[in-house]
Every structure is written in C-alpha cells, then in structure tokens.
C-alpha cells in the first residue's frame, strides 16, 4: 500500500455564478494534477455563495449534478481522488449540505451529509442559522481507497470530537474537513480545532476553505491546513486563493500511535 500521499487544496474564490465556479474548480483540479496530487480537495459550498437564501436557489440531485459531472470527470481525465468540497444537495423534499468523493475513475465512494449544521448566535460577531434551510445528516462517512480510509467531516462537525472518534475507529488515517470558517470564529478557533482533531485522533488531518472575498455577505476565514498525527502544522495557506500542495507519510500514523497509544487501534 502506498504511504506517501500528496494531497491537493483548492483554496477558491467562489462567486454567485455557477459555471464560473465550476469553470475555477476544474482548472484548480487540473492544477493540482500537475502538480502530482493523488487526492484532490474542494472547500465547502464551492459551487454557491455561502448563504442560507442561495442554498435553495443551487441546490441539485446528487443522480443528475451538474456539479458532480464535471467532478467526475475531472477525477476521471486527472487520474486522481478528489474530495468534491459540498454541494447544496437536494433530496425527498430536503435539502443536505453534502461532500462527496471520488476515485480515479470518477465514480463516488463516499458521500457525507453535514452532520452538526452551522447554528450560533456569537454576541457582538456573527449570527447563522443552517437549520432554517438544512437537514443534517446522520451518518459517520469512511472511505475506501488505495491509501486506506479516508474520513469525511464538514466544517462545524469538527467541533465534534465524536464523530471524528468514530472515523478514526473506523479505520481513517486521513481525515478531510471541507470547511468556511469566518472572521469570528477564523482567527478564534480554527488553529486549534485544526490541530486538536489531528492530535486527538492520530490521524492526518486537512482542512481546506474557500478564500477570504471581503465583498461577500459571508467572509471566509480561509488558510487552508494540514495538520499531522503530532499536532503539527505542515502546510497552511493564507486567505487569498491559491493551490497547496501538502506531503504526507502514512506510516507516521502507526509511529505516533505506537508511541502514545491513546487508541490502541495500531494496525
């Protein structure tokens, strides 16, 4: 099994016109190929504005996603994995914050639902509420891939020490937290949460935002992280937009784990 992993974040502007986005994402994608990502990733609501009212106007269906075709075949013409940031996802009448993954063929091998949705009322900051338009998932999502398994959390589910236990228990050496802080909880929190799920699950942990628009009714926090088993900081990106590219080796993992075996799920 391979251990040495380059993995690719796409730190993008995203505006409130769809195909522009989609049109960024894939030369961001392609870029990342060139550069020699084996797995690929999106932040999140890469395809819309970050906005509760636009959620509904973006929304699509995960079996005819325009979105996801043009993921699909960017994976597919690349070679590569990727970690399709989250889409608005419309489903039975609900509408999900929804990330998928692809394979090196372009077929999906993880979707994951938004499990904690983005509810906070910050005094004197910032007032958001997911849940006047979104359903939360309910799912731990791990997936399958030629490194091992990959886990897949978004944004405010990193607040969540559970469900990223989980991922990790369910066998996750790599976790993937597409994400859009903002410029409350950004410069607050995001350091810490970033390294504090590595830390606390062993595990490689990268989590890529959309870049810092200043124009926009939403401000993204931005610099994009990869953090290791140690807690350490190994690549991070600043607010602007801009490609990262981040080596790992899996096998510090295991070396971590064996050395502070606080999970005792050495393998």
Request: glycine share 6%; hydrophobic share 40%; proline share 3%.
């Amino acid at each position: 099994m391979k251990t040495n992993i380059k993995l690719g974040l796409c730190q993008m502007t995203v505006s409130d016109n769809k195909d522009d986005n989609l049109k960024k994402a894939a030369s961001m994608l392609d870029e990342c190929c060139k550069l020699g990502a084996d797995i690929a990733i999106l932040p999140e609501m890469f395809n819309c504005p970050y906005d509760t009212k636009m959620f509904p106007l973006y929304t699509e269906n995960l079996e005819n996603s325009k979105t996801l075709s043009v993921i699909s075949d960017s994976a597919k013409y690349n070679n590569m994995y990727i970690v399709a940031g989250t889409i608005p996802e419309s489903s039975d009448g609900c509408i999900y914050n929804t990330s998928v993954m692809f394979d090196r063929e372009g077929n999906i091998i993880a979707i994951h639902r938004k499990v904690h949705l983005f509810d906070i009322n910050i005094k004197g900051g910032i007032v958001f509420r997911e849940s006047d338009v979104l359903t939360a998932g309910k799912s731990v999502t791990v997936a399958e891939t030629e490194f091992g398994r990959v886990g897949i959390g978004i944004c405010f589910d990193m607040r969540f020490t559970e469900l990223y236990s989980k991922m990790t228990e369910a066998g996750a050496k790599i976790i993937i937290t597409p994400a859009s802080f903002n410029m409350t909880t950004g410069p607050a929190h995001w350091d810490l949460l970033v390294r504090a799920r590595a830390l606390d699950n062993q595990v490689f942990h990268a989590a890529v935002s959309s870049a810092r628009n200043s124009k926009a009714d939403y401000v993204s926090y931005g610099n994009s992280m990869v953090c290791d088993p140690w807690g350490s900081i190994i690549s991070r990106a600043d607010e602007k937009e801009g490609i990262m590219i981040a080596d790992i080796d899996l096998k510090m993992v295991n070396s971590v784990r064996s050395q502070i075996p606080v999970n005792k799920i050495i393998d």
